[in-house]
């Protein structure tokens, strides 16, 4: 349920650029239901000033001086648990790499600031459909993190759906997992190949909604996990190996198909599908035609319905989708869409998510010669 339509959402702006403030503030200013209580210059400044604002949302700058952005947000969640906050970022290498552990420590969001150069009129319209949209996103009060033991079944397919997808059977074998998400989504990446602890006999690949840079910085520090398992950024002509994952590039469409019967990732540039690229339909539907219904399906946390048209073409074909529950999403618009027509065959809380790929993938992934699983070379 959401809140009452007359209720403010309460901002406070954190950025050491007086232009930079003026902006977001401006930018703010003209969308209704959003108020701006105020403004601070540094880390150690927004805290002074949070107990007397008492801000829903704050937007904060990620490098300042006396208190930086991961300093302030450490502090904010300890003291201000229920407060949002959306870090502000350069679209440069450290910007993206602050953000991206920032998103791994709990930040609610980003948004990228507009590149120096950009005229104002420009950058104001950048900030109002970027930061306004997430800053709504406070209206859906959050729900308690307390999950099912077990995934939850999702409801049947709705009217409007082909009434044979309800009946087509699944299909024997899993020889890819591919994923989608958004806003949420490092964190819920994270955790889930936290709980996977090895890699998987299958091949992964990912589209999380991010620009260029950030994807990169993401796989990163995906790799770091203590799983095993290797990420990429994908790349053009990479072959798509099993025990692998695979992240779609900021900017660039994703896809895999097949060569000489053998998968590879192809990328291009492509217009925007469901105002992204990459896109999780482009993806998905990619290894539709490479795999047939061979695939395991995942939707996790984000705004919008991107994977939606792409999981009826899985469906169809008799492949397994798995959607994260409402409770355990930042937003559940990408996993809400599939589930609300009934497309997901299971809807699933994050806690649970990696164990239930890891059952499925195990009981269905089709035997291989182990040399493929002990490749450690790629071919970009």
Known sequence: MSLPSQEIVRVLVVDDSSVMRRTVTQALAESPGIEVVGTAVHGADALVKIPGLKPDVITLDVEMPEMSGLEALDVIHEKFPSIRVIMCSTLTERGARVTIDALLRGAFDYVAKPTSGMPSEE???????????????QDRPRKPAALPAFPVPAKR?????????????????????????????????????????????????????????????????????????????????????????????????????????SPFLHLHDGPQENF??????????????????????????????????????????????????????????????????????????LSQMGSRLRDIVSRHAPRRPSSLFQKSGVAA
């Open 157 to 261: 397919p709705a009217p409007h759906i082909p009434a044979f997808v309800a009946g087509v059977p699944k299909c024997d074998s899993v020889r890819i997992v591919c994923l989608g998400s958004s806003t949420g989504g490092p964190n819920a990446l994270a955790e889930l190949f936290r709980s996977l602890r090895q890699p998987l006999p299958v091949p992964m690949v990912i589209v999380q909604h991010m620009p260029p840079v950030f994807t990169r910085m993401l796989a990163e520090r995906l790799s770091h996990l203590p799983c095993g398992i290797r990420f990429e950024e994908g790349a053009h002509g990479m072959p798509v190996l099993p025990g692998w994952v695979y992240l779609a590039p900021g900017g660039r469409h994703m896809e895999v198909r097949l060569q000489r019967g």
């Open 276 to 349: 992204c690229r990459p896109a999780v339909d482009v993806l998905f539907r990619s290894v539709a035609q490479a795999y047939g219904g061979e695939v395991l399906a995942v939707i996790l946390t984000g705004m919008g319905s991107d994977g939606a048209n792409s999981c009826r073409t899985l469906a169809i074909q008799g492949a397994r989708i798995l959607a994260q529950d409402e409770a355990s999403s930042v937003v559940w618009g990408m996993p809400g869409s599939v589930a609300g027509i009934g497309l997901a065959d299971e809807v699933v809380a």
């Open 123 to 137: 950058a104001l319209k950048q900030l109002q459909t970027d930061l306004v949209a997430k800053i709504r996103l």
